[in-house]
């Protein structure tokens, strides 16, 4: 377990639930990049899929979390895209 890894996963997971926020409320799309949004899930599922295989300690908690919440962002991308009927 590094002390910079915790960091650097508290540091990205800070802004997630700003942009949660932001596109449940805007209900729009707007500033969103579906592309980005699918890397950094698709990184913080090879992190977890690390800690799982090679170095299992309590960090798996900091990517499992910061993971379900690009996972919501994700959810929401689509439901904005479905609410603008495109």
Do not use: Q
């Amino acid at each position: 377990m590094s002390i910079f890894e915790i960091i650097m996963l508290i540091c990205f997971g800070a802004a997630w639930p700003f942009s949660i926020y932001k596109s449940y409320k805007s209900r729009t799309n707007a500033g969103k990049s579906l592309l980005f949004l699918y890397v950094i899930f698709t990184g913080y599922v090879a992190g977890t899929l690390h800690k799982i295989i090679y170095s299992f300690d309590p960090v798996i908690i900091l990517y499992i979390t910061n993971g379900l919440m690009v996972f919501t962002d994700l959810l929401l991308y689509y439901r904005n895209k479905r609410l603008a009927g495109t």
